[in-house]
């Protein structure tokens, strides 16, 4: 079975630093592409950062870019995201998501089959 | 960047109604377009993928259409755990997707 753990949330006052891990497991974790989703309260989904499954290519959001940094381990099956310079409007659950790209022909479909619980991230005060 | 839009932005329905929920892009994305469902507390859930897929493990009633810049999302007879929220995804600018805002299922 497919399982994603994320762990790493909390806390943290404004211009603070947190990392955030996601745990893979049931799946060759080095085979596949991924990323972090987050999602404020009551809002919709946001895409914040993709990494592949190698490792060399990431890609951020723009709200993102430059304050957060994603890695993998794929030793340990393991993601990151470090987040630095952390903002109010940074608070969100944190998801990681795997994507199964579906192929057909020459063209590729990314898909986002599997996600994790996700961790709770809060910038305040 | 491309935006995505949804309407309603909730509805009201009843067990064996027939919901449809639309999604639009601000330009075009083929059928790179994905639709997921959300309960409160918990992560996403896959259930269609480019466009009209469905996801293993999803009911039949959950259907896909449209491509370029409309696409809906049908259930054909709501089922109680049905009600949740309902977002779309385009991946057309991959890896920089995009979702929409969602469209929350209620119970009439």
């Known amino acids: 079975e497919v399982q994603l753990v994320e762990s790493g949330g909390g806390l943290v006052q404004p211009g603070g630093s947190l990392r955030l891990s996601c745990e893979a497991s049931?799946?060759?974790?080095?085979?596949?592409?991924m990323n972090w989703v987050r999602q404020a309260a009551g809002k919709g989904l946001e895409w914040v950062s993709y990494?592949?499954?190698?490792?060399?290519?990431?890609y951020y959001a723009d709200s993102v870019k430059g304050r957060f940094t994603i890695s993998r381990d794929n030793a340990k099956k393991s993601l990151y995201l470090q987040m630095n310079s952390l903002r109010a409007e940074d608070t969100a659950v944190y998801y990681c998501?795997?994507?199964?790209?579906?192929?057909?022909?020459?063209?590729?479909?990314?898909?986002?089959?599997?996600w994790g619980q996700g961790t709770l991230v809060t910038v305040s005060t | 960047d491309i935006q995505m839009t949804q309407s309603p932005s909730s509805l009201s329905a009843s067990v064996g109604d027939r919901v449809t929920i639309t999604c639009r892009a601000s330009?075009?994305?083929?059928?790179?377009l994905n639709w997921f469902q959300q309960k409160p507390g918990k992560a996403p859930k896959l259930l269609i993928y480019?466009?009209?897929n469905l996801q293993s493990g999803v009911p039949s009633r959950f259907s896909g259409s449209g491509s370029g810049t409309d696409f809906t999302l049908t259930i054909s007879s709501l089922q109680p755990e049905d009600f949740a929220t309902y977002s779309c995804?385009?991946?057309?600018?991959?890896?920089?997707?995009?979702f929409g805002p969602g469209t929350k299922v209620e119970m009439k």
């Open positions: 995804q385009q991946t057309f600018t991959t890896p920089r997707f995009t």
């Open positions: 330009q075009s994305v083929s059928n790179y």
């Open positions: 049931g799946f060759t974790f080095s085979s596949y592409e």
């Open positions: 998501a795997r994507d199964d790209n579906f192929y057909e022909g020459s063209a590729f479909y990314p898909r986002f089959d599997s």
């Open positions: 480019a466009a009209s």
């Open positions: 990494i592949s499954s190698g490792g060399s290519t990431m």
